[in-house]
């Protein structure tokens, strides 16, 4: 009995212990990024599906966060934006840790790989602007291909040498080496291509531009045509990178639609994006890669924030062509977008909101001034094609409180062409724009150009502050997003 006793309790043991073991979870491979806590994270960008696009990254901005932990199953670059907009790119791989530290009023990335960790965010091969800026893409000097493609080689070859020196001695993981190797040869491609769609794009140009050319030799677009034989869109490599959809997106428009078909698509249409994903279509017979193509393209031009319903149609399509779309449920949000303009601008405009009498016969800045003597003015110049600007507008109703507070009149004047004056006045609803309104003519559009003061060119968003006297106390004057700053700089400026 005692024996039978002791051999169900040792049965009962075993149970237990399986049913333990059984209910242990098992530990997933992550990475590990801390922060000190004065590191100010505006946002945090993590590659979806193996993926390196701003577009579907899994994002955050998280106030007070000093530590960073996902899954991971492979290799990967994560970018993290601070306060000030400045980048870190920051390589992890499974059960890896890194450490971003203060030093002198500034940030480092420190840990195992530190040294190519700065190496990584001094490259500019890599990023939008060492691929869209690198001189040799659209060189005046350069009038054939070959000429700028050997200027490139140059320019990367020196990234490469201090890559494999890297190597070399042995400071950088062969992980880490490998993914910045394939960060490279993609920033080549990319940039090649770029090279000879620049090319092309000069032969399109008026004939008394400095950069025209008045041909794109045989052998310079068979050249082309062969180079994307040997790097297609459907790499699985490139496929995987940053800047994939804009070498796409050349490569089905440009080459295939503009160069090759003689293929034009009409901007003002309605139609327009349908059009353009009904020829990628023809292009593209891969289907991952087109739902790919496509989601991005739709997800691109949403955040341009023109709001056209033909992106809602493109939408509507895909879901019933790929139902199960991974992608669908970062650009769900951006159509849900698109559907409540067009249901806000049917509604009327706020009694706020006044358009200037004759606005477009005002020829000048001066002019326009003179009409509101003896008010305190904030001039705010912007566009419907301005993402920046439209962002600002995030921010108009603490901006409005304060401007109705101390008795300031709002201006706002748009640098929008005829072509573009229903999507002005459609915006205007949208965003709620109150104040006073006015579109530029040619005769303003010239002034506000000299007004500016920068040798003839304009950056916009663009803010003015104007005194009772018609004076221009500001000419460059803070943005709405800068809040407590542009109050300031508005009582001092106005002597409130």
Not at 402 to 409: G, S
């Amino acid at each position: 009995m005692k024996n039978q006793l002791i051999l169900v309790c040792l049965f009962m043991a075993v149970i237990s212990c399986k049913k333990d073991t059984s209910q242990k979870q098992v530990t997933k491979p992550a990475f590990n990024i801390s922060f000190p806590e004065s590191f100010k994270i505006k946002s945090i960008s993590i590659p979806h599906k193996g993926k390196h696009n701003w577009m579907f990254s899994k994002k955050d901005s998280l106030d007070g966060l000093t530590k960073l932990e996902r899954d991971i199953d492979s290799p990967q670059i994560v970018s993290i934006y601070d306060e000030n907009y400045t980048n870190y790119k920051i390589f992890v791989e499974p059960n890896s840790k890194q450490v971003i530290v203060a030093k002198n009023s500034s940030f480092f990335i420190s840990g195992k790989d530190s040294i190519a960790q700065s190496f990584l965010n001094s490259c500019s091969p890599i990023t939008y602007k060492g691929i869209m800026q690198n001189p040799d893409y659209y060189s005046y000097k350069n009038n054939t291909a070959n000429d700028a493609l050997k200027g490139y080689k140059k320019y990367i070859n020196k990234y490469q040498l201090k890559l494999d020196s890297l190597s070399n001695k042995k400071l950088i993981s062969t992980s880490f080496k490998k993914q910045l190797d394939n960060d490279l040869f993609a920033a080549e491609v990319f940039s090649k291509a770029n090279i000879y769609t620049g090319l092309f794009w000069r032969t399109t140009l008026p004939e008394q531009n400095e950069s025209y050319l008045n041909k794109l030799p045989d052998s310079t677009f068979n050249n082309w045509s062969t180079f994307y034989k040997n790097y297609p869109i459907e790499d699985s490599e490139l496929i995987k990178k940053m800047f994939w959809f804009y070498y796409a997106e050349n490569y089905i428009f440009v080459f295939n639609g503009k160069a090759k078909d003689k293929k034009e698509f009409d901007y003002d249409a309605p139609s327009y994006h349908i059009d353009k994903i009904n020829y990628a279509k023809t292009i593209i017979k891969d289907p991952k890669t087109l739902e790919y193509f496509i989601t991005c393209y739709l997800f691109d031009k949403c955040q341009q924030n023109r709001f056209e319903k033909s992106l809602i149609s493109i939408y509507n399509d895909i879901q019933k062509q790929f139902p199960n779309s991974d992608y669908l449920q970062f650009i769900t949000p951006e159509i849900n977008k698109i559907k409540e303009y067009h249901k806000k601008i049917e509604a009327d405009y706020n009694e706020e909101t006044v358009f200037i009498n004759e606005y477009e016969n005002v020829d000048s800045l001066e002019e326009l001034i003179s009409q509101f003597k003896g008010k305190n003015i904030y001039i705010d110049v912007w566009a419907t094609w301005c993402g920046p600007c439209k962002d600002e507008f995030k921010h108009n109703r603490e901006l409005n409180h304060f401007l109705k507070e101390n008795d300031i009149e709002m201006i706002y004047i748009s640098f929008d062409k005829e072509r573009g004056h229903k999507k002005w006045l459609e915006m205007i609803k949208y965003y709620d724009l109150k104040g006073d309104h006015i579109r530029n003519n040619d005769q303003l559009y010239d002034n506000l150009i000299v007004e500016y003061q920068n040798n003839g060119s304009i950056a916009i968003p663009w803010y003015m502050i104007v005194n009772k006297e018609g004076k221009i106390v500001e000419r460059h004057a803070k943005r709405p997003s800068d809040k407590e700053e542009l109050y300031k700089q508005l009582q001092e400026t106005l002597n409130l």
